[in-house]
């Protein structure tokens, strides 16, 4: 078991078959020590790829995001869920529908925040039906800037994200991959972990 998997045994709680809670370290409450340790991960294994920037959603998404950014050197771009009074020019916007609240959110970024040509890393806490994730593309898309690939804090494997997003050839890794879960238990698709 790598060091997040252990994390998600020890804290996670079950709500359903399908969804898992982790407000203890990812979601709620942010243990900064392991964030880091996430984050490093991810940056790991993009190194090699010349990103220039990592764009995220609020909220989860933002600490494993920085702590990569960190690692690598690079801004981390969050994009908002909601319009912001002070960011209201010069916007790229996409449509995400979120299965776990059942409601669709206009997206956004400001456009001067990805350059055409970046090379970037779109960062998320969890990748279940891909819409998120395929929001975000969206929008760095939108921006003519090319997306070196998905580090994904926690995968839910048996649902179609990472297929969705395979689909449209894009590199996506995980830390953690849930195979299966239910209130007896969690199981993982064992993946390699080079910082742990
Ligand atoms: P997707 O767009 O891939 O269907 O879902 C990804 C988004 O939904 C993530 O940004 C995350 O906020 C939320 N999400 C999806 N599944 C779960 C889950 O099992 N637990 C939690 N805490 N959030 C989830």
């Known amino acids: 078991m790598n060091f997040l998997e252990k ?3 020890d804290e996670g709680v079950v709500l359903s078959s399908s969804v898992l809670k982790v ?3 990812l979601n709620h409450q942010i243990d900064p020590e392991f964030m880091k340790q996430i984050g490093t991960e991810i940056a790991n294994r993009f190194k090699a790829e010349g990103i220039t ?3 995220t959603i609020e909220s989860s998404g933002i600490a494993p995001a920085v702590f990569a950014g960190l690692e690598l050197g690079v801004p981390v771009v969050f994009a908002r869920k909601k319009k912001s009074l002070t960011l209201t020019e010069g916007l790229i916007t996409s449509t995400v529908y979120s299965f776990t609240k059942q409601e669709k959110n206009e997206i956004s970024i400001a456009k001067k925040f990805i350059e055409s ?3 970037v890393l779109i960062i998320d806490d969890f990748l279940a039906h891909g ?3 395929l929001g975000l593309a969206d929008l760095v898309i939108k921006a003519n800037a090319h997306i070196a690939g998905f580090g994904i804090v926690i995968e839910k494997s048996f649902q179609v ?3 969705k997003l395979e689909e449209n ?3 996506v890794e995980s830390i953690a991959r849930v195979k299966e879960m239910s209130t007896n238990g969690i199981t993982f698709i064992q993946s390699e972990v080079m910082s742990s």
Do not use: N
Request: charged share 40%; with cysteine; aromatic share 10%.
């Open 161 to 163: 994200g990472r297929q």
């Open 23 to 25: 407000d203890s370290f």
């Open 7 to 9: 994390k998600i045994c």
């Open 53 to 55: 920037k990592i764009v």
């Open 117 to 119: 040509g970046e090379k």
């Open 131 to 133: 819409e998120a994730a």
């Open 169 to 171: 050839g894009y590199r």
